[in-house]
């Protein structure tokens, strides 16, 4: 009897304490009802826009599709792009998006991938807390004077190193380069915060044994931080296949299919840009190829980021 009284008194304490908890979780709160009302508004208007995108990039385009002067098999085999003769191979377009992306790439991946190993592995904290600034600072000048540095200094100097006769004016040797400058901070950045986020353990570990810090950086850290790092080199390809304003300045305005980078080329984006600003009429055959241009560059940046996602997916490494 006496067994019952104790058991029953010291589970009667946990039962109120758990009422209370209860109590608590339903109590209304009106500040974080309203706040819980801004947060899904924010995310429904994000997401309300997207499609409103989405939508008009395909109605726009299927209308172009459905012209008896375009067609599908020929939009995307062809390498001659002049709407206005009725030419609509937009292979030249994607040609030059891509060599240009790549070579920007070329650039982008060791100067980033270097700049995040010596800030997270050789860098003092307050070294680190004043080269970061700076280096993030490259993405907060306008695209549009990257786009004139490429054609004032960078254009001029290729031209005085390989020769006027072989390099254009417009070229995408130029263009891809300064785009490769505009992409090094973002990658930079996303791959010091995943270099950062290894566990110190395994650094000293490292030590431990006997091995170098580069030794430590190049074998233990970044392998342990290799799906941070490609996401970000993903997210960067992407950001690189949207320029707009550097490959309009500095590439050129002619849709030429050449793996040539030394000549002039168009990109998707550029080509969106030159067009939109001329004297197009709505609903004209040369304005509805914008929209067709746009679900085509739409694909190739949601393909990017799909693959982002399962890279990160497939090699993430978690620590406990």
Not at 250 to 266: L, M
Request: proline share 5%; hydrophobic share 50%; aromatic share 10%.
């Amino acid at each position: 009897m006496t067994d019952q009284v104790t058991v029953s008194s010291a589970t009667q304490p946990r039962r109120a304490i758990s009422a209370k908890i209860v109590q608590l979780q339903r109590r209304p709160r009106i500040g974080e009802t309203i706040i819980q009302v801004v947060l899904f508004f924010c995310g429904f208007v994000s997401i309300f826009t997207t499609i409103g995108i989405v939508y008009v990039l395909f109605q726009e385009s299927l209308s172009f599709f459905a012209d008896p002067e375009v067609s599908l098999s020929e939009f995307f085999t062809k390498t001659v792009w002049q709407p206005q003769i009725g030419e609509f191979g937009i292979l030249p377009l994607v040609n030059a998006t891509l060599l240009t992306s790549f070579i920007a790439m070329l650039v982008a991946l060791p100067l980033g991938i270097g700049m995040a190993i010596y800030l997270s592995e050789y860098a003092s904290l307050r070294l680190r807390s004043t080269l970061k600034p700076i280096i993030e600072l490259l993405a907060g000048i306008p695209t549009v004077v990257y786009g004139y540095f490429a054609l004032t200094f960078v254009t001029p100097a290729l031209r005085d190193l390989f020769g006027r006769d072989t390099v254009s004016i417009y070229n995408n040797l130029s263009a891809g380069l300064v785009v490769g400058i505009l992409i090094t901070p973002m990658i930079a950045t996303l791959s010091e915060d995943a270099l950062s986020a290894v566990p110190s353990s395994l650094r000293q570990a490292s030590f431990g044994l006997g091995a170098t810090r580069w030794e430590t950086a190049i074998h233990i850290v970044v392998p342990a931080a290799l799906s941070g790092i490609i996401a970000a080199a993903i997210i960067a390809m992407s950001r690189a296949v949207g320029e707009t304003m550097v490959v309009a300045l500095a590439a050129g305005a002619s849709p030429n299919f050449t793996w040539n980078p030394f000549q002039p080329a168009e990109t998707m984006t550029g080509h969106i840009a030159r067009i939109s600003g001329g004297d197009l009429s709505y609903g004209s055959i040369d304005y509805r190829s914008i929209f067709a241009i746009g679900l085509v560059l739409f694909f190739v940046t949601l393909i990017l980021n799909i693959a982002s996602r399962q890279i990160v997916r497939r090699f993430r490494e978690v620590y406990e």
